[in-house]
């Protein structure tokens, strides 16, 4: 399978920090912190469905090649293929974008895998009771990712291998992602809202974990697009809303701060799609990447961000962020502990 050219576009630099963000919080939860993002396919998969963006089947292998046949036509690679052998499976990719945040990941002993085309393919899986074990994985000089899986059916006894026996050395290989690279808006949103329903069902700890969520956004942008945040928070919101508005996520992005309160309007936001339809659904959390890294610059000035609410009219959207005392309440791993545990 080969990669189509997508209509309309996202940058990378938007995604990948929220990538990268998602599997540090979830550092929290050890390697069970895999399965939870696991459960974020879940939605990448609903949504990509319920928008017709592409096709369900009942051939668990049929569905999984519709996955990767829509993330190639949203240039997320530009080549896959699939050879099977038994309960073994030889992957190869080309041009996988999700490489550069893999590789920062992996310098920051986090092995847990966020790229959305295989966290979808993993819920396509486990809903037929397959459990999946990275074994070997290699990269080729010209940055061609191979990884050999094995499927262990009719169980769930059995743990997901997050970091593969045989790993990759990815700081031996010049990988070519640049920052303006794309991906296009269908899977952009698809990401998003699988985000918004795996982090929904943690209840009153989510938040908190979204929170952390953009903390290393905030990290992964100033070391990778070299941008300095400043102390002020109208002045790191606008440093903000210029780098997100840029990368494609609105076509302008206008912020007003003052001491109660800040206010966002997004003009044709490519959000939008994301935020009608959890709206629609009834579901309380968000995953706008600017929000969420709103919100932790905000915090790292002082005081945290209140419940927040959301105008739409027409392609445009507005955001009011109230201001309030710091938040005391600190992330409850056991908490969390328990409700993995459920999974």
């Known amino acids: 399978m080969t990669e189509a050219r997508p209509e309309s576009v996202v940058q990378l630099a938007i995604l990948d920090p929220l990538l990268y963000g998602a599997a540090k919080a979830f550092d929290y939860l050890g390697f069970r912190g895999q399965d939870m993002i696991d459960t974020v396919g879940d939605g990448i998969v609903q949504y990509g469905v319920g928008e017709g963006y592409f096709e369900k089947s009942n051939d668990p292998h049929q569905f999984a090649g519709n996955v990767v046949k829509f993330f190639l036509e949203n240039g997320y690679l530009s080549n896959a293929s699939v050879k099977q052998d038994g309960d073994t499976l030889d992957i190869e990719m080309s041009n996988w974008k999700y490489l550069p945040v893999m590789r920062k990941l992996r310098n920051r002993h986090s092995y847990l895998l966020t790229c959305p085309l295989c966290i979808a393919n993993h819920s396509i899986r486990k809903s037929v009771g397959e459990v999946t074990e990275r074994v070997r994985e290699d990269i080729s000089p010209d940055g061609t990712y191979t990884v050999k899986i094995r499927t262990i059916p009719g169980t769930k006894d059995v743990a997901n291998s997050a970091i593969p026996i045989e790993k990759a050395d990815l700081n031996g290989v010049r990988l070519g992602n640049q920052p303006n690279e794309t991906i296009g808006t269908r899977a952009f949103e698809s990401v998003l809202y699988g985000l ?76 939008l799609p994301v935020l009608k339809r959890l709206t629609e659904e009834g579901r309380q959390l968000v995953s706008c990447p600017f929000t969420l890294a709103a919100r932790s610059l905000i915090k790292m000035s002082g005081p945290s961000v209140g419940e927040m609410s959301w105008q739409i009219e027409g392609r445009n959207i507005r955001l009011l962020m109230p201001i309030v005392d710091a938040n005391k309440q600190e992330f409850n791993e056991e908490a969390i502990s328990r409700i993995m545990d459920q999974l």
Do not use: W
């Open 196 to 271: 918004a329903c795996g982090f929904e069902f943690l209840g009153a700890q989510a938040q908190l974990l979204l929170d952390n969520v953009g903390t290393g956004m905030i990290e992964f942008i100033q070391e990778e697009s070299k941008l300095n945040f400043p102390s002020e928070p109208q002045d790191s919101l606008d440093i903000l809303s210029t780098f997100m508005s840029k990368g494609g996520l609105a076509d302008t992005i206008r912020v007003h701060a003052s001491n109660g309160e800040v206010r966002v309007d997004f003009d044709n936001s490519r959000y």
